[in-house]
């Protein structure tokens, strides 16, 4: 027996007496032969015309996906050859304490956001103090018209060489000051011009030189800032504190506070 199509009847090409030539042959049933063939056995074998993507899904295991795999495993394992009971709970073992370790991170996470906010609050208290950094750049403003730092020592020097430039690097003031106690030396500059005058407002660097074994070396200089604000910063960072003229600094990099 033969399968016979219904629709195969219909001559699917026409003859054109004028031109001699067989052109197709119009149908309004032609859309219906698209979607359908008429047998049910070629209809259910024909491909869809249309291909659905499926959507993008999350391509991280749970817990409800691996107790599926541990399903599947123990459905198909050999029952002559089970999985041992040992290895079934070192599987179930490894697979809590990585859920543990991503749990745990995301509470670190938490913890590190309340601290770095709690560290911000409590850096709040510096506002319209003096910070020491580790800088001998310092801002004369009208508010606060001197400059104050600490100059290192490795040893006693009995005369300590101060020079005061601006930001381009020229020199506005030389000084001495006594470095015969050794170690941490207090430096003060009143704001005042080698002539008397009071300078601009800007920043302003203290450099510091000494003998040291008889040669002359550069000598470490650190300066006071006065603190506006603070900002939260990050969990790497935590909080910065913003320094008039100077800019932001991290609240680990001060060296000390000062009350004026």
């Known amino acids: 027996m033969s399968l016979i199509n219904p629709l195969s ?9 004028q031109s001699g030539q067989i052109t197709p042959q119009s149908n309004s049933r032609s859309s219906a032969v698209t979607e359908s063939t008429g ?15 499926p959507e993008a899904n999350n391509q991280e295991l749970t817990q409800d996906d691996f107790f599926s795999l541990l399903s599947q495993q123990l459905s198909m394992q050999d029952p002559f050859k089970p999985v041992d009971n040992d290895q079934m709970i070192a599987q179930m073992a490894s697979f809590s304490t990585v859920d ?93 011009d080698k002539d008397g005058e009071p300078v601009a407002s800007g920043n302003y660097s203290i450099k510091a ?12 200089v650190s300066t006071y800032a006065h603190v506006t604000s603070v ?5 790497s960072t935590g909080a910065i504190l913003n320094l008039r003229g ?9 060296l000390a506070v000062s009350e004026t």
Do not use: C, Y
Request: avoid cysteine; aromatic fraction near 2%; proline fraction near 4%.
């Open 246 to 254: 100077i800019g932001g600094i991290k609240i680990g990099d001060v």
């Open 100 to 192: 543990g370790i991503g749990k745990l991170n995301e509470e670190i996470v938490n913890l590190n956001a309340v601290m770095t906010s709690s560290q911000a609050l409590q850096a709040s208290g510096l506002v319209g103090q003096k910070v020491l950094i580790p800088s001998d750049t310092g801002h004369i403003s009208a508010e606060d018209p001197h400059l104050k730092g600490i100059i290192s020592t490795p040893e006693a020097i009995d005369d300590i060489t101060v020079r005061i430039e601006d930001e381009k690097g020229q020199l506005i003031k030389t000084f001495t000051v006594d470095g015969s106690a050794g170690g941490n030396i207090d430096v003060s500059w009143d704001g005042l």
């Open 9 to 17: 009847s219909q001559s699917p090409l026409s003859s054109d007496k």
């Open 39 to 53: 047998n049910p056995f070629l209809d259910s074998i024909r491909l869809p015309e249309e291909s659905t993507i």
């Open 209 to 220: 030189s000494g003998k040291v074994d008889g040669k002359s070396e550069d000598l470490a």
């Open 231 to 235: 900002s939260l910063g990050t969990a």
